[in-house]
């Protein structure tokens, strides 16, 4: 304390401060860039290891032996849907009785938000089938999923064969304790979300569905299967969920263990393990691997129908059979041993996966960078909002104090002139209208939808961008008065002032987005901090020299993180502040192709319409795609 309230002390710091802060702003980011990038390095990174006492050991017999019996199921799946047009609902059901399963369908419909692009149409229905093992040794208060998705591009038939395989080889087995759901869906993530909806006795997305009328106990894990070929090169796993949520880490590690016991070849992002990292291209393998995740968990879109069960508090795996031109081949019994032995270990667990990480990256499926070690890089990148925060208080205060306290400071820029303090009050209109324009960008869209199409010759597609478009380009028309802001007397204090705030609000904003979804903030903050960091009115004014922070804000998905970008974006405005003609120079853009990606997956993946967070939403959703109740 005795640093701040020493004048003379106080000083020195200041003029530490101030000459100092560029090289350390410079400093600090690529200190961020260069610690991510170092994540895919082995000291960096820990060998995957199982936490789960119940989980830990592989010593487990699998005796499936069914891959003919799953091709027979597959070819006359296959057959039946091809005459039918649709999910052989009848067929399936007679199929899953014949193995001894409880069979139950539910019927779903949704309003697509959009026509849909290949049959026109605004109402998609279809018809979900399950079948339930009730477990012999314990009563039915837990389970078991294994789901097959059937989208209207791709049959999946191999893995709705190899489903029924595994279902009849299950049934005569005595050892299970936990209920086993075997589920095949209609419009892949469509009839995903309708069932577990249905299960879960919710309704977030306005589905409409009917009550199912067979259940189990609770979820306890999931996986889901996708395969289109009788023989597979390698598995790839899927991990990224609904708002950039990971499962356990344990799920995955069983995964990769059943694996190796088969000789399975198992990649992650379509990439194979590393096998030499005391070379180089070890770890380029792994930053490629890496990046990858860090792009898709990014985007918030499930990758796989295991992250709709995310968001219920299931653990889920996408397991995908990929069919290269390698020279090993393996059929459906080797991966049906795998399925076998994870649901076999699955079923000794006694209370969920939780002992394992949830916050992770993988540059390798056996190594994984857990969050104490990955959010310095987001940390380094917020702390130049820190620094350049620090430094405009510094001059705030520096203009606040006597010329004779003042002389004594040097910094990067010369002193400011004595002047009263900035008002609060200055500082109110722009908050309010760039939280008005954030809020105009997330309710204006859907809500005009159906007014534009009744008053202009245009689709719902093109209502939508076209309002989008129509809000950015009154944003740059407002305010007027924005150089009121600035003081006449000293009209660098008013910008300052906003700047400040703007810097403040857009670093917490990134902080809480870090939180619940790294790859999100990391990525906003790589793009977002410099322009943020280096944007003030001066030099000439030309709309041009707005552009680098319209490209910037673009990346800014969502009102609060879009509201801290308009206070930043003002202050390109008040590049004509200082005369009495109001400023003219264009506000920064606001992502309407994320928006518009937005709509899309509401329309493809049965999402309901998503936003990124307030300071409000809960831990455990990203905020990329945060659900609208």
């Known amino acids: 304390m005795g640093l701040l309230s020493d004048p003379v002390r106080r000083r020195a710091l200041a003029r530490l401060v101030l000459r100092l802060n560029a090289p350390l702003c410079v400093l600090s980011y690529l200190a961020g860039i260069a ?31 069914g891959g003919d019996r799953a091709r027979v199921f597959a070819r006359d799946f296959a057959v039946h849907r091809r005459k039918s047009g649709a999910l052989p609902v009848a067929w399936l059901e007679r199929t899953m009785r014949s193995v001894g399963l409880e069979v139950y369908t539910q019927s779903f419909s949704r309003k ?47 893995a709705v064969g190899l489903l029924l395989a595994l279902a009849a080889h299950f049934r005569g087995q ?22 577990l909806e249905a299960y879960h006795d919710v309704n977030v997305t306005g589905m409409q569905s009917s009550p199912l009328q067979g259940r189990a106990g609770a979820i306890q894990a999931a996986v889901a299967l996708e395969l289109n070929s009788d023989v597979v090169t390698s598995l790839d796993v899927a991990v990224e969920g609904l708002n950039g949520q990971l499962p356990n880490l344990d799920l995955l590690n069983l995964f990769q ?49 295991h992250g709709l069960f995310l968001r219920y508090r299931v653990e889920a795996l996408t397991l995908r059979g990929i069919n290269s031109f390698r020279q090993y081949k393996y059929d459906l019994v080797a991966v049906g041993k795998a399925l076998e032995g994870m649901f076999r270990k699955l079923n000794h667990l006694l209370e969920r996966l939780h002992q394992s990480f949830f916050f992770y990256l993988l540059p390798a499926l056996s190594r994984f960078v857990s969050i104490g070690l990955y959010m310095p890089a987001a940390g ?24 004779e306290e003042a002389g004594g400071i040097s910094g990067s820029s010369p002193p400011l002139p004595l002047t009263q303090g900035v008002g609060l009050a200055s500082l109110v209109a722009p908050l309010l209208i760039s ?17 534009a199409t009744q008053h202009f010759p245009v689709t719902e597609a093109e209502a939508v961008v076209l309002t989008l478009l129509a809000i950015c380009a009154a944003g740059l028309a407002l305010p007027h ?42 990525l906003l903050a790589a793009t977002m901090v410099p322009a943020a960091a280096l944007v003030k009115p001066s030099g000439p004014r030309c709309p041009l020299g707005s552009w680098p922070a319209v490209c910037c804000s673009r990346g800014a998905p969502g009102s609060s993180a879009c509201s801290a970008w308009h206070l930043l974006t003002f202050l390109v405005r008040l590049l004509g502040s200082r005369s009495e003609a109001p400023a003219a120079s264009a506000l920064g853009g606001e992502p309407w192709m994320d ?16 936003h990124t967070p307030t300071l409000a939403i809960s831990a455990h959703r990203g905020p990329e795609l945060c659900l609208r109740r």
């Not at 994540?39 to 499936?64: D, K």
């Not at 928006?595 to 998503?610: I, S």
């Open 595 to 610: 928006t518009w990606d937005m709509e899309l997956a509401r329309a493809d993946l049965a999402q309901p319409q998503v």
């Open 481 to 522: 008065n924005t150089h009121r802001v600035a003081n006449p007397q000293a009209p660098d204090r008013g910008w300052m002032a906003l700047k400040l705030v703007a810097l403040i609000y857009l670093a917490l904003q990134l902080a809480c987005t870090t939180l619940t979804n790294f790859s999100l903030g990391f």
């Open 35 to 65: 610690w991510f990038l170092a994540l895919a390095f082995p000291p960096l990174t820990q060998r995957t290891y199982m936490s789960e006492n119940a989980m830990g050991s592989t010593m487990v017999e699998e005796q499936f032996a």
């Open 112 to 158: 697509l938000p959009f026509p849909d692009e290949t049959h026109e149409r605004y109402m998609v229905s279809g018809i979900n089938v399950y079948g339930i093992l009730r477990a012999p040794r314990a009563a039915s208060t837990e389970s078991l999923v294994l789901t097959v998705p059937c989208g209207s591009d791709s049959t999946n038939s191999q």
């Open 380 to 403: 380094f990148l917020l702390l130049v909002l820190g620094l350049k925060a620090l430094e405009l208080w510094m001059q705030l205060h520096e203009a606040g104090v006597g010329p």
């Open 174 to 195: 005595i050892y299970w304790a936990k209920d086993i759901i075997f589920l095949v869906t209609e419009h892949d993530l469509l009839g995903t979300e309708a069932w």
């Open 435 to 451: 939280q008005a324009v954030g809020l105009a960008l997330y309710v204006l869209p859907v809500l005009g939808q159906h007014v």
């Open 257 to 305: 263990t059943f694996c190796q016991k088969g000789g399975l070849l198992c990649t992650l992002q379509g990439k194979l393990q590393p096998q030499d990292w005391a070379s180089i291209d070890g770890p380029l393998q792994s930053v490629q691997t890496l990046l990858l995740m860090v792009l898709q968990q990014a985007s918030g879109r499930p990758h796989g129908p």
